[in-house]
């Protein structure tokens, strides 16, 4: 069984720094991108950043220079790091594990076999 657990949403004002983490267990070795997602009332999930076995990344232009994806394997932990938050970074934020980062697989929920229940993150104005 695959558990993943997010930690480290708030709120913050316009301009504002967060840490998000995620820890894990039981995953599956042959899938090993990991992702984050963002999801608010009026869209689809989408994604924001992805991280690889071998440690490439991606990010959604919209966050590209702002966010940064990184894991600490050795604690099956992994992190997102945002810095000058917006108010359109608002929504509920979801870690996602078991995927597929080749050819931009990395941002189609339908690629990850495990989410986590999510947290939310407020920026305001």
């Known amino acids: 069984q695959v558990d993943l657990v997010e930690s480290g949403g708030g709120s913050v004002q316009h301009g504002g720094s967060l840490r998000l983490s995620c820890a894990t267990s039981?995953?599956?070795?042959?899938?090993?991108?990991m992702g984050w997602f963002r999801q608010d009332s009026e869209k689809q999930r989408e994604g924001v950043a992805a991280?690889?076995?071998?440690?490439?990344?991606n990010y959604a232009a919209d966050v590209q220079g702002r966010f940064t994806i990184s894991k600490d394997w050795d604690k099956r932990i992994l992190y997102l790091e945002m810095n000058n938050l917006k108010p359109e970074d608002t929504g509920m934020y979801y870690c996602?594990?078991?995927?597929?980062?080749?050819?931009?697989?990395?941002?189609?929920?339908?690629?990850?076999?495990?989410w986590g229940q999510g947290i939310q993150v407020t920026v305001s104005s």
């Open positions: 996602a594990a078991e995927g597929l980062c080749g050819l931009g697989r990395w941002k189609r929920p339908s690629e990850y076999g495990s």
């Open positions: 039981g995953l599956v070795a042959s899938r090993r991108c």
């Open positions: 991280i690889r076995d071998d440690g490439r990344v």
